[in-house]
């Protein structure tokens, strides 16, 4: 059994910056690919970022990359989420999510983890 939990939300003033961290609890968190999602009020989950369980691959959505990025310190349990030049569009609940390496199913796909973080609020003002 994996535990995440997501940590860093917040309310910023559009173009400003946020780090979100997941702190994961439980044996195998450096096995583990990590994804962050995002679901606004009204919308479905949707992909934002994802790390591969060595940290030597990561991707993004269109939506937020250049300005966003996913690190994971293995000694920490912990993978993160650098959010820079917010937008108010990026306003939603984020949370992070487990699967296994090698697993199958996209990475972008939400059915592909596992285990879930009950998330953080990020709220950007315009």
């Known amino acids: 059994q994996v535990q995440l939990v997501e940590s860093g939300g917040g309310l910023v003033q559009a173009g400003g910056s946020l780090r979100l961290s997941c702190a994961a609890s439980?044996?195998?968190?450096?096995?583990?690919?990590m994804g962050w999602f995002r679901q606004a009020p009204g919308k479905e989950r949707e992909f934002v970022a994802a790390?591969?369980?060595?940290?030597?691959?990561?991707i993004y959505a269109d939506s937020v990359k250049g300005r966003f990025t996913i690190s994971r310190d293995n000694a920490k349990n912990t993978v993160y989420l650098q959010m820079n030049s917010l937008k108010p569009e990026d306003t939603a609940v984020y949370y992070c999510?487990?699967?296994?390496?090698?697993?199958?199913?996209?990475?972008?796909?939400?059915?592909?983890?596992?285990?879930w973080g009950q998330g953080t609020q990020v709220t950007v003002s315009s």
């Open positions: 790390i591969t369980w060595s940290g030597g691959n990561t």
């Open positions: 999510a487990s699967r296994r390496r090698y697993g199958s199913g996209s990475y972008y796909s939400k059915g592909s983890y596992d285990y």
């Open positions: 439980g044996r195998g968190f450096s096995t583990f690919d």
